[in-house]
């Protein structure tokens, strides 16, 4: 399984923009799916954007679409997400979570078998 530890939380003005990092430890990174995930106080863990091994290949939940971008860098072993015109309704504990197997639908929590500390994202209006 692999390890991930999330970087890149932090305050910021409704319109703003953050870039959230995620490095992985395990030694098939590039073979393994991977997703960001978010959690506000009282509500579910939700799905926020996820991508194939390759990168080519991106998902996004609508709330998100246009404003964040997934992206991978497999000699790095880190997936990112950065996201764009930031609003209050993004506030929440965002996690990347790695998937543990090649199939599962990717929008589903239960497909990923790795989670990193999540890292906190506070948008302010």
């Known amino acids: 399984q692999e390890q991930l530890v999330e970087s890149g939380g932090g305050l910021v003005q409704a319109g703003g923009s953050l870039r959230l990092s995620c490095e992985a430890s395990?030694?098939?990174?590039?073979?393994?799916?991977m997703a960001w995930f978010r959690q506000a106080p009282g509500k579910e863990r939700e799905f926020v954007a996820a991508v194939d091994t390759s990168g080519n290949y991106a998902y996004y939940a609508d709330f998100v679409k246009g404003r964040f971008t997934i992206d991978r860098a497999n000699a790095k072993n880190t997936v990112s997400l950065q996201m764009n015109a930031l609003n209050p309704e993004d506030t929440a504990v965002y996690y990347c979570?790695?998937?543990?197997?090649?199939?599962?639908?990717?929008?589903?929590?239960?497909?990923?078998?790795?989670w990193g500390q999540g890292t906190q994202v506070t948008v302010y209006s």
């Open positions: 979570a790695a998937a543990n197997s090649s199939w599962g639908s990717l929008y589903n929590k239960l497909t990923y078998a790795s």
């Open positions: 395990g030694r098939t990174f590039s073979s393994v799916r």
